[in-house]
Nanobody, 124 residues
Framework: QVQLVESGGGLVQAGDSLRLSCAASGSAFSTYSMGWFREVPGKEYEYVAAISASGRSQYYADFVKGRFTISRDNVNNTVSLQMSSLQPNDTAVYYC?????????????????WGQGTQVTVSS
C-alpha cells in the first residue's frame, strides 16, 4: 500500500512558477513509477508527466515539454513537479499517482494509488 499526499498548489499569475510535491508513505516507494495528472471540471483526467521508479527516465505530455520538470527523491519518498511559464489553461486539480506498469505511463488506469489532489489556479 502507498499513501500519497500532494501539496504546493495555489493561486498564481500567468508566467509564474509553482512547485508541486507529493509525499509517499508505505512500502517500497522506489519500486513505483510515479505520474502527475490533472483534472479540469467537465473534462477527462489529463496526463502531465511521469518518472520511472529509478528516476532515470522522465516523460512529458507534449503541452508541458520545456515548461514542467518531474523529479523524485527515493530517500525521502517524494516526487515533485516544477512548473514554470504557467498559463490560465494550466488551471486544474493536480494529482500524483503511483503504479508499476511495464508500459503506458501516460494512461490513468495503469496506476494503483492516487493522492487527493492539489488545486492550481493561474490567473491571466
Amino acid at each position: 500500500q502507498v499513501q500519497l499526499v500532494e501539496s504546493g498548489g495555489g493561486l498564481v499569475q500567468a508566467g509564474d512558477s509553482l512547485r508541486l510535491s507529493c509525499a509517499a508513505s508505505g512500502s517500497a516507494f522506489s519500486t513505483y513509477s510515479m505520474g502527475w495528472f490533472r483534472e479540469v471540471p467537465g473534462k477527462e483526467y489529463e496526463y502531465v508527466a511521469a518518472i520511472s521508479a529509478s528516476g532515470r527516465s522522465q516523460y512529458y505530455a507534449d503541452f508541458v515539454k520545456g515548461r514542467f520538470t518531474i523529479s523524485r527523491d527515493n530517500v525521502n519518498n517524494t516526487v515533485s513537479l516544477q512548473m514554470s511559464s504557467l498559463q490560465p489553461n494550466d488551471t486544474a486539480v493536480y494529482y500524483c499517482a503511483a503504479g508499476r506498469p511495464p508500459y503506458g505511463l501516460a494512461y490513468r488506469d495503469r496506476y494503483d494509488y492516487w493522492g487527493q489532489g492539489t488545486q492550481v489556479t493561474v490567473s491571466s
